[in-house]
């Protein structure tokens, strides 16, 4: 039988009595590339991108395999209920998003 604890507060999971909230998290650098088979002049633009990365010391493209993430957190019922509620741990004392009306 495996044994699983939370990965946030360490408390052990029962996998046959407790629920058990899977974390799985991917994260990918990106950026809006133009589409090689568009229009001449947009062939311009990636000529640009490729030009800034060269100065930036960046040879190709493939940079952005580099900055890919995966993990995973078992997560009990307790401690999910408060990473669902921010699960970027953005601070909770501004507001944003909510509406005055
Ligand atoms: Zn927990």
């Known amino acids: 039988m495996i044994h699983y604890s939370c990965d946030c507060c360490r408390r052990p999971i029962d996998s046959t009595t407790d629920l058990r909230?899977?974390?799985?998290?991917?994260v990918q650098a990106t950026m809006d590339?133009?589409?090689l088979d568009s229009a001449e002049d947009e062939r311009d633009?990636?000529?640009?991108?490729?030009?800034?990365l060269d100065e930036l010391g960046e040879p190709n493209l493939d940079?952005?395999?580099?900055?890919?993430?995966?993990r995973r957190y078992d997560l009990c019922a307790q401690c999910y209920q408060d990473y669902i509620k921010n699960p970027l741990g953005v601070e909770k004392t501004h507001r944003v998003g909510f509406s005055q009306n």
């Open 63 to 70: 940079y952005v395999d580099e900055d890919y993430q995966r």
């Open 45 to 52: 633009h990636l000529l640009e991108i490729e030009e800034l």
């Open 21 to 26: 909230y899977v974390v799985k998290l991917e």
């Open 33 to 35: 590339l133009p589409d």
